[in-house]
């Protein structure tokens, strides 16, 4: 079916609240007792969902998510706003040029501040964010670390960037620790697969230190990585250090 919707249920699994809607979630979180997500697209806007139904916050910032400490961030394809979940007022806090929200990502870093990919008409790159909105840092970086899609996750403290490349038979997916104090991207892992599917192509934070990369394939399934950042890390330096 095409149509669109949500519902709210309680702790005991009952119906609190139905509504149709013109967007699908792009992304979410919650914050104390409430749900913040967001729509993109022609229906880009902010909501907030809690006992008695969802309600647009604003109209001008859908896209990525991120909290951190009390305040909710959005990365919307004309920048970053901030979120006040006690007043739900919004304001641009770092302008970018117009992005294509699919090719980018956010995270809040544990030392304060903001790390975002931003993929634009003329760039793609890498920004780091103060906590309080000023410019830490930007570059661009070559091909291989920005693919078609990429994903930041925080892992036992430390940024890693996912780049997903496609081409016409081959699914490359490859893995940078981000030294946001230096501004420098370390691979420390890579891997390809035949005939890609996007949509089996995922990254999770797992336990023990691990990322879980799912390469999709149109051969067989694809396969599932569980990827230790800190003994690839290690095999990269001793490697290094050899040379």
Aim: no cysteine.
């Amino acid at each position: 079916s095409s149509r669109k919707g949500m519902i709210g249920l309680s702790a005991a699994g009952d119906l609190l609240w139905e509504q149709r809607s013109a967007a699908r979630a792009f992304d979410w979180l919650l914050h104390e007792d409430r749900l913040i997500f967001s729509t993109i697209g022609e229906s880009g806007s902010l909501w907030t969902a809690g006992e008695t139904g969802p309600v647009v916050v604003a109209t001008v910032a859908g896209g990525h998510l991120a909290s951190a400490g009390d305040q909710i961030y959005v990365y919307s394809e004309l920048g970053v706003y901030r979120l006040d979940p006690k007043t739900l007022s919004v304001d641009l806090w770092y302008a970018l040029p117009e992005g294509r929200l699919e090719q980018g990502s956010m995270v809040a870093l544990p030392g304060g501040g903001l790390l975002l990919t931003h993929a634009d008409a003329h760039d793609k790159r890498l920004i780091a964010l103060n906590a309080d909105g000023t410019l830490r840092w930007q570059r661009s970086y070559a091909r291989s670390a920005f693919g078609h899609e990429h994903r930041l996750v925080v892992l036992d403290g430390r940024p890693y960037l996912v780049s997903h490349q496609r081409a016409a038979a081959l699914n490359e997916v490859s893995v940078f620790l981000v030294d946001v104090n230096r501004a420098r991207l370390t691979q420390i892992f890579a891997t390809t697969g035949r005939h890609p599917r996007p949509d089996d192509t995922w990254v999770s934070v797992a336990a023990h230190g691990r990322l879980l990369l799912s390469i999709g394939s149109g051969l067989g399934g694809g396969s599932v990585v569980a990827l230790d950042v800190r003994s690839a890390l290690e095999a990269v330096l001793q490697a290094a250090n050899s040379r």
